[in-house]
């Protein structure tokens, strides 16, 4: 385990259901952020928290809600998904919203399909 | 536009073989350049972080090099072994305060015994 842990790892969900994503990091990091992997495609950044503070937002529609109750746990709540949202979600922390000297700790990720 | 490519797109090799993968980027103010290994069904993992004047830095049986007047990165990875086969994902960070990261789409790699 790399200190931030996902769960679950693998999630179905119909399109009309609601879920939530957890993450937790043990690092004591200060950053945490959300990202999408789809299939040949990089990575794209979804949320960023800095000290529990949503600093970025980078236009991810509404059905996607992040909440940030404290550093060390990130919750990414799914409504009315779409089957193109179906991909990995990845959970990264890191010492601060620069990156940091050691840049950024990733989960391993959880594998969502919307059906 | 910040971009990052990454060459070949996948690549199979014997057990033992050496091979280099290469990244391409076109991002600015350049602030690092990451690789990152992905196992299957895994997040990424950090192999190597370069800023601008390093040419060169290894980890273990991987050495990453950056040129940056090219604007160019390789990772050789020496003597492969069948745990290597991975997804190698080159990461290029831009500084505005905050840092942004610009991600390649990654090199599929297979070591074949």
């Known amino acids: 385990e790399t200190g931030v842990t996902q769960t679950p790892r693998h999630l179905v969900m119909g399109m009309t259901n609601k879920k939530s994503l957890k993450c937790e990091q043990h690092l004591g990091h200060n950053a945490m952020y959300w990202y999408k992997q789809s299939a040949k495609k990089p990575l794209e950044l979804m949320f960023v928290?800095?000290?529990?503070?949503?600093?970025e937002n980078n236009s991810v529609p509404s059905r996607f809600s992040p909440e940030c109750p404290n550093s060390s746990h990130l919750f990414l709540h799914l409504h009315t998904l779409q089957p193109e949202d179906s991909a990995l979600y990845l959970c990264?922390?890191?010492?601060?919203?620069?990156?940091?000297?050691?840049?950024?700790?990733f989960g391993s990720g959880t594998r969502l399909t919307v059906v | 536009k910040n971009q990052v490519e990454q060459s070949p797109q996948s690549l199979i090799i014997l057990e033992g073989k050496n091979c280099t993968l290469q990244?391409?980027?076109?991002?600015?103010?350049?602030?690092?350049l990451r690789w990152y290994k992905q196992d299957t069904g895994r997040g990424p993992v950090s192999l190597t972080i370069?800023?601008?004047?390093?040419n060169t830095k290894s980890n273990g049986r991987y050495t990453a090099t950056l040129d940056a007047d090219t604007k160019q990165s390789s990772l050789h990875i020496t003597a492969s072994q069948l745990s290597d086969s991975a997804s190698y994902i080159c990461?290029?960070?831009?500084?505005?305060?905050?840092?942004?990261?610009?991600f390649g789409t990654g090199t599929r790699l297979t070591i074949i015994p």
């Open positions: 990461v290029v960070s831009a500084r505005f305060g905050n840092e942004k990261l610009t």
């Open positions: 370069m800023t601008f004047s390093e």
């Open positions: 928290y800095s000290l529990e503070e949503r600093v």
């Open positions: 990264a922390s890191s010492q601060d919203s620069t990156g940091g000297e050691y840049g950024y700790t």
């Open positions: 990244c391409n980027y076109t991002v600015s103010p350049f602030s690092n």
